[in-house]
T-cell receptor, first 112, second 113 residues
């Protein structure tokens, strides 16, 4: 089955700098890659996603890139702000109604 | 904005007891899921449910677990005889089947003592 690896597990970034989180997946059939933000005591919230027919997608300060050949995908957050501090999960799925396989998460700390 | 709701937010139970975790998915959604997250670990898939039957289940979802959609709105996860290792956050999710986005509820923290 699908396996999603994520790193780093913890990331500390100075406010205003950029943060990058990287993931790999194992199943070439996966074609949907969401990123979730989880704040303390809450469920995962989708922040951005990318489909396999697209190499890059951007939404304001957040961008995702996908390299299908290498089975890598990354999350980039620019101009980080204190409210970006949270745990971020990458994930992969095969079909739109399929289960989502999560990475282990990255705890992002934005330092003042 | 519509949202998935879950009750209770925290459930404490003794080992061997039965628990029922409740979810109200978004009203026009057709696919329903349960995931769990043991403290500090990744979110793990448990089961998916469509058209009043289980679509897929993970190896975690053994015969101690069951799911039900007893009416048009609730979606429940039952653990028949809880074990200490069932302590986790349990998340319900749903999708409409047209888009890819799974909407997650806020979770129920289950503590088995």
């Amino acid at each position: 089955g699908e396996n999603v690896e994520q790193h780093p597990s913890t990331l500390s970034v100075q406010e205003g700098d950029s943060a990058v989180i990287k993931c790999t997946y194992s199943d070439s059939a996966s074609n949907y890659f969401p990123w979730y933000k989880q704040e303390l005591g809450k469920g995962p919230q989708l922040i951005i996603d990318i489909r396999s027919n697209v190499g890059e997608k951007k939404d304001q300060r957040i961008a995702v890139t996908l390299n299908k050949t290498a089975k890598h995908f990354s999350l980039h957050i620019t101009e980080t702000q204190p409210e970006d501090s949270a745990v971020y999960f990458c994930a992969a799925s095969i079909n739109r109604d399929d289960k989502i396989i999560f990475g282990k998460g990255t705890r992002l700390h934005i330092l003042p | 904005e519509p949202e998935v709701t879950q009750t209770p937010s925290h459930q404490v139970t003794q080992m061997g007891q039965e628990v029922i975790l409740r979810c109200v998915p978004i009203s026009n959604h057709l696919y329903f899921y349960w995931y769990r997250q043991i403290l500090g670990q990744k979110v793990e898939f448990l089961v998916s449910f469509y058209n009043n039957e289980i679509s897929e289940k993970s190896e975690i979802f053994d015969d101690q677990f069951s799911v039900e959609r007893p009416d048009g709105s609730n979606f429940t996860l039952k653990i028949r005889s809880t074990k200490l290792e069932d302590s986790a956050m349990y998340f319900c999710a749903s999708i409409d089947g047209l888009s890819y986005e799974q909407y997650f509820g806020p979770g129920t923290r289950l503590t088995v003592t």
